[in-house]
Structure formats: structure tokens, C-alpha cells
């Protein structure tokens, strides 16, 4: 299948601090989208890439499209308390169906310390 | 605009038992999807639905089931259960699917005893 493979699988550091996670795949994707999720919620979508070498930024976020179209890479400047989460990658789900439906990394923990 | 809401919130089931969880979609969103949620396996898709009709299904057993209604709002069943279906249960809604933005609720808590 279409497995994404996220890491790092957790991450602690201090406020103030960049953040970088990245997430890879045997296979080609035509959409990377980034999500985070707060303990109790459901994730919230934060970027989404469309095309292979597209950088895009949301305020102090920054995800790439990899140029292989086989990963892509979240960055986060400065942090803050909030930014304390899950992170997840998505990708759509290709087969015949003309349905639509994504896979995700396994997620990045994120803990920020004041 | 009100956003997806699932309820309930938290469910204790029993082995054996069966359960449904309801989702509404965010208002003229027509695409809900349904996804599990659990520490080892992570975020998995069960199934998606349009227009009352399950367009796309993921690898799941047929224990697992759902519906939409006419509004939009859908439903998913799960049937003899077992410990290993405690899960976080999340809804997606979306315009139409197909690339739209998904839109998650806050997800239903499900235990199995």
C-alpha cells in the first residue's frame, strides 16, 4: 500500500525553538497535506501542497513538496506553548474508486517547553 | 457555519455488543468520510459516503457499516464487537470529496470491555 512513514515520532523541545518533521513514501503522491491535532479534537488541516517542488507557508509553518513527489518536509519557526501536538501527514488514497480518501504518517508528537 | 459534530462523545461497550456512531456534516458539505484512530495503527480510513451512497471503502471487516441520509448526515455501525475495536472514531465532511478540504470532528471514544 501506500505507506507514509513520519518522523521523528516525537519531539521535546524548548519554546523559541525551529521544528522540522518530514514524511516519505514508496510512491508517488500528487497532494501532500499537513494536519495537526490537539488532544481531544479532531485534526485541522494546516497545509496543503499540490505540486512537486511547491513551498508554502502559514505563518510561522512552512511545508515543501518534495521534488521526487515522494516527500515532504514541515517546518515550524520559532515555537510557542500551542504548537504542542500531533502532526500528521496525509496523502490521497489512489485506486479505482472515484471516491476520495486519505492515508496518513503515523504522526509527530510535538511538547514545547516554556 | 457550525462544524462537524459527532456524537456521542464517549462510548463503553461490551464485548459482543454492537454500536453506532453518528456524524453531521458541516452545512452543504455532501462527502463524509469515517476514519479509526488508534496508538498502533494510527489514523486508517473505514469508508466514505455521497449522496447516500458509500463511494469508496477501506480495508475493514464487514462488521464495519455505514450510512448517509438524504441530509447529509451519516451513520456507521460496528457489529460484534471486539477489544481490538476501541478506537477513536473521527468524521471528515467535505463539499464533494475528491480533493476538497476535509473538515474533522472531534471524534467519538470507543471502549471495548
Known amino acids: 500500500g501506500q505507506q507514509l512513514n513520519q518522523s521523528p515520532q516525537s519531539m521535546f523541545i524548548q519554546e523559541g525553538e525551529d521544528v522540522s518533521m518530514n514524511c516519505t513514501s514508496s510512491?508517488?503522491?500528487?497532494?501532500w497535506l499537513w494536519y495537526k491535532q490537539d488532544p481531544g479534537e479532531g485534526p485541522v488541516l494546516l497545509i496543503a501542497?499540490?505540486?512537486?517542488?511547491e513551498l508554502t507557508s502559514n505563518g510561522r509553518l512552512t511545508a515543501q513538496f518534495g521534488i521526487t513527489r515522494k516527500d515532504s518536509f514541515l517546518n515550524i519557526s520559532a515555537s510557542i506553548p500551542s504548537d504542542v501536538g500531533i502532526y500528521f501527514c496525509?496523502?490521497?488514497?489512489?485506486?479505482?474508486?472515484?471516491?476520495?480518501?486519505?492515508?496518513f504518517g503515523k504522526g509527530t508528537s510535538l511538547l514545547v517547553t516554556p | 457555519k457550525a462544524g462537524v459534530t459527532q456524537t456521542p462523545r464517549y462510548l463503553i461497550k461490551t464485548r459482543g455488543q454492537q454500536v453506532t456512531l453518528s456524524c453531521s456534516p458541516i452545512?452543504?458539505?455532501?462527502?463524509v468520510s469515517w476514519y479509526q484512530q488508534t496508538p498502533g495503527q494510527g489514523l486508517q480510513f473505514l469508508f466514505e459516503?455521497?449522496?447516500?451512497?458509500?463511494?469508496n471503502k477501506g480495508n475493514f471487516p464487514g462488521r464495519f457499516s455505514g450510512r448517509q441520509f438524504s441530509n447529509s448526515r451519516s451513520e456507521m455501525n460496528v457489529s460484534t464487537l471486539e477489544l481490538g475495536d476501541s478506537a477513536l472514531y473521527l468524521c471528515?465532511?467535505?463539499?464533494?470529496?475528491?480533493?476538497?478540504?476535509?473538515?474533522f470532528g472531534p471524534g467519538t471514544r470507543l471502549t471495548v470491555l
Open positions: 471528515a465532511s467535505s463539499l464533494a470529496g475528491r480533493g476538497d478540504t476535509q473538515y
Open positions: 510512491s508517488i503522491f500528487n497532494t
Open positions: 501542497l499540490y505540486k512537486a517542488g
Open positions: 496525509a496523502g490521497p488514497i489512489t485506486n479505482s474508486n472515484s471516491g476520495y480518501a486519505l492515508n
Open positions: 452545512s452543504g458539505h455532501r462527502s
Open positions: 459516503y455521497f449522496s447516500e451512497t458509500q463511494r
